[in-house]
């Protein structure tokens, strides 16, 4: 699913554009297939006693020559027109009580909406084909890059999403159950969006977003809630803290399956409050659209997937060829949901994971499939989940690496105290909330973690609000770890011992002023946590 919302460098743009003359000219009109059902019949109205239909996910991108497919890929473009039998979507019948059309949803690409159940349960429906066409900006719709940026679809296993529960549920994830369905050529039921889903396939899954929605696997939980909701609880009290080992059980997962678009919207949160008011938050990762993502099997995909332009794009293989690219999507909530993960949490997590996915389960799981696209991938999906699975301490080093390079450590809306002591070789961050009625050496410890220097380059502390302190205190000579210091909306101050050697300090109000330290910038309006846009929309 090719993404060009954050625009490359003009020169590599301009590369792209030559390049991808070879193979394209204006945009299609008619690039999308009319309708998923094929055999015989196909052609005529469908009888409204039908139950099921064969249909094929989109057989557009099945239909291009070799010479395009050495430029552009070979993907997945057979699966696209495999024959998948489809149940079709009847609304009064799909779940018990029924279904209505609610709210339509998706982001740049998907299709999708949602739909109302009884007990104010909702459901999202999904088509497995998009259309990126939101992408481009204005001026570049209509022209032959919006065929390379659709057809870029073909690099996703439409069907994957319906292997994950099972592997999902051994690995101790909460998750989704996506099911198939096929939207009928005449259905007028999903009010707005009837349109853009007649004659489509789609994924029909149900929300948390009721308690009446919990599972067997969530019993205790108390509310369910968006990412945006949850970091917004997050950052204004301390009581609220994110599940970390449940969170890297979770992207662990991500990782073995090649999931890579895993920004902070694609996650729902499942929240348990505790007898003492303390509350966590489970992550529920949702949109399983990226899973076996197969990319750089073509001269421009492999172009645009190298690490110095979009490196997130990575290819499924039995091999990681580059975890850090792989997990890039996620960095924001990455950094904010396993900051206290430590290099052994994520060993422990990668060989847990592995005696939890044997071959019996990798082998069941793949038979969701639909056996036509089982034939055409499911023994090489089987062959590079178990060879991922054997290599995944590794990648686990390698995703605790990417994000111990440049962590962040966040605070909250009330007043806290960052003791950081800086050495050569390390720097170790203590975090306290300050209470009003106690001395400062009774404050409550919230956060605590060394960072070593072969592994650190950069260490940014996050004040949000409240009359927050920063003391840093630097012993011994060397280089210790650049620090960042962002002050938030209170009156901070800066309490410093020893060299400000290293350090830049981000504050608005230049109150975070200290004598040997330097002289405070203003902050980048996008860096502080609470100016972050959460896009929860599905893609």
């Not at 249909?55 to 050495?70: C, I």
């Not at 009330?414 to 975090?431: G, L, M």
């Not at 011994?476 to 909306?489: D, E, K, N, T």
Request: glycine share 8%; net charge positive; charged share 25%.
């Amino acid at each position: 699913m090719l993404s060009f919302s954050a625009q490359p460098p003009a020169s590599r743009f301009c590369f792209l554009l030559v390049l991808g003359l070879v193979a394209g000219s204006c945009a299609r009109r008619d690039f999308f297939q009319p309708d998923a059902r094929v055999g015989p019949g196909s052609a005529e109205p469908l009888p409204a006693a039908a139950d099921s239909v064969l249909t094929v996910a989109g057989r557009q991108y099945a239909q291009h020559s070799k010479f395009y497919e050495f430029f552009w890929g070979h993907h997945y473009r057979p699966v696209w027109a495999a024959p998948a039998m489809a149940p079709v979507l009847k609304l009064a019948i799909a779940v018990p009580g029924g279904l209505k059309a609610g709210k339509a949803g998706g982001g740049y690409q998907s299709i999708s909406m949602t739909l109302e159940g009884t007990q104010k349960r909702e459901y999202a429906l999904r088509a497995l084909d998009k259309n990126p066409v939101k992408t481009l900006p204005k001026f570049l719709q209509n022209s032959f890059l919006l065929n390379a940026v659709r057809d870029a679809t073909s690099a996703a296993l439409p069907y994957g999403a319906l292997t994950v529960p099972p592997l999902a549920q051994a690995a101790g994830v909460a998750h989704t159950r996506p099911r198939l369905v096929y939207v009928r050529k005449d259905e007028t039921g999903l009010g707005e969006m009837s349109a853009r889903f007649q004659g489509k396939t789609a994924l029909l899954e149900e929300k948390y977003e009721a308690l009446a929605s919990r599972t067997p696997d969530l019993a205790g939980v108390t509310n369910f809630k968006g990412g945006e909701a949850m970091l917004e609880d997050v950052y204004a009290d301390p009581a609220h803290t994110i599940d970390e080992a449940a969170f890297l059980r979770a992207r662990l997962l991500d990782v073995w399956l090649g999931d890579w678009d895993r920004h902070e919207g694609q996650w729902d949160w499942a929240e348990f409050k505790g007898p003492d008011g303390r509350v966590r938050y489970q992550a529920i990762p949702k949109d399983r659209d990226q899973v076996y993502f197969r990319f750089d099997d073509g001269l421009i995909p492999w172009l645009v997937s190298r690490p110095f332009f979009l490196p997130r794009f990575q290819t499924f293989k039995p091999e990681y060829e580059n975890v850090a690219g792989l997990v890039q999507q996620g960095d924001f909530i990455d950094q904010r949901g396993l900051r206290q993960m430590t290099r052994a949490d994520f060993r422990r997590t990668a060989a847990d994971l592995q005696r939890r996915l044997p071959d019996s389960l990798i082998a069941r799981a793949l038979r969701r499939l639909p056996p036509a696209v089982y034939a055409l991938e499911g023994p090489a999906l089987d062959r590079a989940l178990r060879a991922r699975r054997k290599a995944l301490p590794q990648a686990a080093e390698d995703f605790y690496l990417a994000l111990a390079r440049k962590p962040v450590v966040g605070g909250t809306a009330r007043a806290e105290r960052f003791v950081v002591h800086r050495y050569a070789d390390s720097t170790t961050v203590n975090v306290f909330t300050v209470s009003g009625s106690k001395p400062a050496q009774q404050d409550s410890l919230q956060f605590r973690r060394t960072y070593f220097t072969t592994e650190t380059r950069e260490l940014s502390l996050e004040s949000l609000q409240g009359n927050d302190v920063f003391e840093l205190r630097s012993t011994g000579a060397g280089r210790p770890i650049r620090l960042r210091l962002y002050g938030g909306a209170g009156q901070d101050q800066l309490r410093l011992q020893g060299p400000g050697t290293r350090l830049k300090i981000y504050d608005e109000a230049s109150d975070l002023t200290a004598p040997n330290a330097p002289k405070p910038r203003s902050p980048s309006k996008n860096h502080l946590p609470y100016n972050r846009t959460i896009d929860t929309k599905g893609r």
